[in-house]
């Protein structure tokens, strides 16, 4: 598929950002006043700022409420009403740490499962895609939780629980990307199965659909070379988990100033393997322009 800058900025951001609030509920670090509103107003800022960018990838934004409606069959209905009540019970969280000196353990802890809860609705989105067999796998609502909370982990300045969450991360990513690979010709979905003329013999186009682009063209048909991805995959793990692990560990000492280059590698490289997590999908829409 055609990686849009606005679901990647959306699906890493907002991750990032719910990560946060996900620790920030159980009291992880543990803060109040001036310090609990700069670690809360980053994790709002990237939580709802990847929230409003997927917007931009909407036919008609303006119709943005609409997706509220559907949520007994839409994962996206329920992704949208599950960031709104994280965000609700957040701020009442948030508001007792910063002026009232007090944390309600109860309301963190509904307000962490429901964070945990977006992100895990954001994965659906495209897990439950049978369209684009490489995200209809368990890997993918795997691969968002655990980057999700490695990130938000290292966001909060938990390195030790940081360490081993991103470590984790990096092997959920992997998997992801080597059973992925597999899972379109696993599908089993040809011309002849999309045609239901298999019984008859071998099914090819006798003409292009048309002869212009198109919307499913732009959109649901991109590929790229092996080679490039191969070496973007390497980048994106490097980055993503390799230079944050070493640099907790053997900067340790530095405390929090060692997040701060930490947060900038690991920032990158999830955002060159989400851009690798579109760019990758094998939309069975394909079939029919022979790109598959």
Request: avoid cysteine.
């Amino acid at each position: 598929m055609h990686p849009a800058p606005s679901v990647i900025i959306f699906t890493v951001f907002s991750g990032l950002g719910f990560g946060m609030l996900f620790w920030l509920g159980l009291g992880q670090p543990l803060v109040v006043s001036w310090t609990a509103f700069f670690f809360y107003l980053i994790a709002y800022v990237f939580a709802v700022g990847g929230l409003l960018s997927s917007m931009f990838h909407l036919g008609h934004p303006e119709r943005f409420l609409k997706a509220f409606t559907q949520w007994k069959t839409s994962w996206l209905s329920r992704e949208g009403v599950l960031s709104v009540a994280t965000l609700i019970v957040m701020a009442l969280y948030a508001a007792a740490e910063v002026f009232l000196y007090t944390q309600y353990a109860v309301l963190g802890l509904i307000g962490a499962l429901l964070a945990l809860g977006t992100v895990f609705g954001t994965s659906m989105i495209y897990a439950q895609l049978k369209t684009v067999p490489r995200w209809n796998h368990w890997t993918t609502p795997v691969m968002f939780m655990v980057l999700s909370l490695g990130g938000g982990a290292l966001m909060v300045g938990e390195i030790w629980t940081a360490i081993p969450l991103l470590v984790i991360a990096g092997l959920a990513q992997l998997a992801h990307w080597f059973l992925g690979d597999g899972q379109f010709k696993a599908a089993g979905s040809t011309m002849e199965s999309a045609t239901q003329l298999g019984s008859i013999g071998k099914v090819r186009a006798f003409e292009p659909p048309h002869t212009g682009t198109n919307y499913l063209l732009r959109e649901m048909v991109h590929q790229i070379g092996r080679k490039h991805a191969q070496t973007l995959r390497i980048l994106a793990i490097v980055l993503a988990v390799v230079v944050p692990v070493l640099l907790l560990l053997v900067f340790s000492s530095l405390g929090h100033w060692v997040a701060v280059p930490a947060v900038l590698s690991h920032v990158a490289g999830v955002l060159m393997s989400r851009w690798l997590f579109f760019a990758q999908a094998e939309h069975v829409v394909g079939l029919y322009y022979g790109q598959r």
